[in-house]
């Protein structure tokens, strides 16, 4: 199926990890196709909708999935400022892209950062204001936001890589906002976990218009080294998620 198929403003990209451009398809859902790279393995819907489409998804409703587990939240939330604390040694400020209501932020600056948070989802950024009064959030992508050069001792983006349009522009930007010697924290759904069912249709990752790509450790890996960052630890997972740190390569 080729863009012309699917609607004159669908997209057909090359693969984000190593520009390849043969695929072979593996299922369709919802009108949507999930291909394999030939050359590197990596996962994704190609040809995928307009970026407006994408977009829409992302709306109060969504939000409201994170604060009606306000309460897991905010637990999940301290845990994770206060390992990767222990174990960098950070200090300064933090970030955490695709902050939704904000919990990471409010866990960091309870943890002593300076801590900022950006989402492009409109009412959750309002929950984070209201209800748990945090000044540093911001509404849009992450590049509109021009924060400065090694800004940050930390970065943090939980389920976020796996929904960015442009991959390439996201981690260009990650490495200049993040300072020497800081961290970059992801988690993304893992495609190479063992609990991932064989016939990979059935798998409840796979959201059409929402996860653009489905990782596993060596893919991850290798769009992380090519925009330059050097994967420092893999943590274990017994659900099917691929938590790791990177740093300046």
């Not at 863009?3 to 593996?26: K, S």
């Not at 950006?118 to 911001?138: C, K, M, P, Q, S």
């Not at 991850?220 to 740190?245: I, S």
Request: net charge positive; hydrophobic share 40%.
């Amino acid at each position: 199926m080729n863009a012309a198929a699917a609607g004159d403003d669908w997209e057909t990209i090359a693969c984000p990890v190593c520009d390849g451009d043969a695929f072979t398809e593996l299922f369709e859902k919802q009108h949507e196709h999930f291909v394999r790279c030939l050359a590197c393995g990596l996962v994704l819907i190609n040809p995928r909708p307009p970026r407006a489409a994408l977009h829409a998804h992302y709306d109060a409703t969504y939000s409201a999935g994170y604060t009606r587990k306000a309460d897991k939240k905010r637990r999940r939330s301290r845990r994770r400022v206060q390992r990767l604390t222990r174990e960098f040694g950070l200090a300064g400020r933090w970030l955490d892209v695709g902050c939704s209501a904000g919990f990471v932020v409010e866990a960091a600056a309870a943890a002593g950062f300076e801590a900022h948070g950006v989402d492009i989802e409109a009412a959750g950024i309002d929950y984070g204001r209201r209800e748990l009064g945090l000044t540093h959030l911001a509404c849009g992508t992450l590049e509109a936001q021009h924060y400065p050069d090694a800004h940050f001792a930390a970065v943090s983006a939980y389920d976020v890589i796996e929904h960015v349009p442009d991959l390439a522009l996201f981690l260009r930007e990650l490495k200049r906002l993040l300072a020497p010697g800081g961290v970059l924290e992801l988690g993304t759904p893992d495609l190479g976990h063992w609990r991932v069912p064989r016939a990979l249709e059935n798998w409840p990752e796979f959201k059409p218009s929402e996860h653009l790509y489905y990782f596993d450790r060596r893919t991850l890996t290798r769009l992380l080294a090519r925009h330059g960052f050097a994967v420092a630890r893999v943590r274990f997972a017994l659900k099917p998620g691929l938590k790791l740190c990177a740093v300046h390569a």
